[in-house]
């Protein structure tokens, strides 16, 4: 196995290229370092590397590391939620990367402390296996949130289809990005929806290139 060290070199260089390509600056880009199938170990070494963006996808397992990791992390929530899971993670998070349904936003709203930052999660490629609204409920969902003052919707997040082909992956990026400026053109206080939550391991670059601002990376950053 290649440590986190090496991983994070070869990674910030993919980076730095996709955004020169791209004719934006690496500072616009953070990225999360997903941990999900590796040990508190493993998430603190990432953390000694110098990651300071930590996402997981289960309550359960964002609460472990939680309880054993005392760096000062900015946590991220990357799964879907369930609304009877709310109240155990909402008051330790950052950030929520799935925000796609009302009973979670009326859910948030009863148990929050103080506002959250969420991304809306929008199924751009229309796939049936991907959680997340459709481009036009998403718009619509949004200017439904204007009461909940524990939503703050700071962008939008999406997942590409595992495929080769580039084109399909580049569209659905380019796609979740029209559909951020949309949101953004609107000039809802309570969503600024700068964002754009996209790009994992396999497809950062072209995220990076189509507008990505976080890009969530597990297995080339931590391993398997
Ligand atoms: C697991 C996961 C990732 C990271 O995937 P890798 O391919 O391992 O980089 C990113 N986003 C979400 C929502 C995930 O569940």
New binding site residues.
Partial sequence: MTTIKQNLATITQQIEDACQKAGRSATEVTCIA?T??VSVERTQEAIDTGILHV?E?RPEGLLHKQEHITAPVVWHY??SLQTRKVKQVIQTIDYL??LDRMSLVEEIQKRAEKTVKCFVQVNVSGEESKHGLTPADAIAFVKTLAAYDRIEVVGLMT?APDVEDEAVIRRTFSGLKEVQQQICALELPYAPCRELSMG???DFAIAIEEGATFI??????VGE
């Fill in positions: 997903v999900k199938s996402g996808n990357i799964g990367h799935s997942m994992m391991s396999g969530r990376i597990g297995t080339a950053l």
